[in-house]
């Protein structure tokens, strides 16, 4: 191979280079949508009817029983353009939020021992 020749194929390769970052990091933003929600029954219909306003990031950082997250939904409803889901639809997607993100018992850790707590000064 001549250095023409490898000249012409370094030049090629690196101007090719960014391409593939650009196309790796539009599939990582794609997945974001995507990966986080768990995998279960249902989960496709919250893809396809949640997501189209927000990213799926903000369902699974919530939690509810069913009354909490069909509250979620009527507020949407009412307040922030989303449509009627149908008695059906909206059933499944309820079956599937509250099954994967329910309500959690406790959200912050429990209080320090007392004897691991500082002392307070001038008391």
Same mark, same amino acid.
């Given at each position: 191979?001549?250095?023409?020749?490898?000249?012409?194929?370094?030049?090629?390769?690196?101007?090719?280079?960014?391409?593939?970052?650009?196309?790796?990091?539009?599939?990582?933003?794609?997945?974001?949508?995507?990966?986080?929600?768990?995998? *279960?029954? +249902?989960?496709? @219909?919250?893809?396809?009817?949640?997501?189209?306003?927000? =990213?799926?990031?903000?369902?699974?950082?919530? #939690?509810?029983?069913?009354?909490?997250?069909?509250?979620?939904?009527?507020?949407?409803?009412?307040?922030?353009?989303?449509? *009627?889901? +149908?008695?059906? @639809?909206?059933?499944?997607?309820?079956?599937?939020?509250? =099954?994967?993100?329910?309500?959690?018992?406790? #959200?912050?850790?429990?209080?320090?021992?007392?004897?691991?707590?500082?002392?307070?000064?001038?008391?």
């Amino acid at each position: 191979m001549t250095n023409r020749m490898k000249l012409i194929w370094l030049t090629l390769i690196t101007l090719s280079l960014p391409l593939l970052f650009i196309t790796a990091s539009s599939t990582a933003q794609e997945g974001v949508t995507v990966g986080d929600l768990v995998q *279960e029954e +249902g989960w496709q @219909l919250v893809r396809d009817n949640c997501t189209e306003c927000h =990213s799926s990031l903000i369902i699974v950082q919530n #939690s509810g029983n069913r009354e909490v997250w069909k509250s979620r939904i009527e507020w949407m409803q009412s307040s922030q353009g989303l449509g *009627e889901l +149908g008695p059906e @639809l909206e059933g499944s997607i309820l079956d599937y939020l509250t =099954s994967n993100y329910g309500q959690k018992t406790a #959200s912050r850790r429990h209080a320090l021992p007392t004897h691991l707590m500082p002392t307070t000064p001038n008391l």
